[in-house]
Nanobody, 121 residues
Framework: QVQLVESGGGMVQAGGSLSLSCAAS????????MAWFRQTPGKERDTVAA????????NYADFVKGRFTISRGDVKGTMSLQMNALKPEDTAVYYC??????????????WGQGTQVTVSS
């Protein structure tokens, strides 16, 4: 009932920047929180940043703090991730995710298809 689509991935040299966007469709009123995750095959999935739409602060992982910034969209369910000073270790598939009110106690239950970010040295 909620779908997510992310875009903006690509290839960039170390020190460069990329901006990712995420747009929700369907019953966006069901969304409580949204987040960005990233994962490299064979490694664990990491939370990059997360927030809720009801007064919560944006929380950033230590490894991106000061470099990445979430911007909340004018419409609930839309957001972007500005990534600056990219490092080769930032290379991963980046996922947009949402937690509906029904899944708030369990975690994120809606996921985008993922977009590849590759940072060359």
């Amino acid at each position: 009932q909620v779908q997510l689509v992310e875009s903006g991935g690509g290839m960039v040299q170390a020190g460069g920047s990329l901006s990712l966007s995420c747009a929700a469709s369907g019953r966006t009123s069901d969304i409580y929180a949204m987040a960005w995750f990233r994962q490299t095959p064979g490694k664990e999935r990491d939370t990059v940043a997360a927030f809720n739409w009801y007064g919560g602060d944006i929380n950033y992982a230590d490894f991106v703090k000061g470099r990445f910034t979430i911007s909340r969209g004018d419409v609930k369910g839309t957001m972007s991730l500005q990534m600056n000073a990219l490092k080769p270790e930032d290379t991963a598939v980046y996922y947009c995710a949402a937690a509906t009110f029904a899944a708030r106690a369990q975690g994120y239950d809606v996921w985008g298809q993922g977009t590849q970010v590759t940072v060359s040295s």
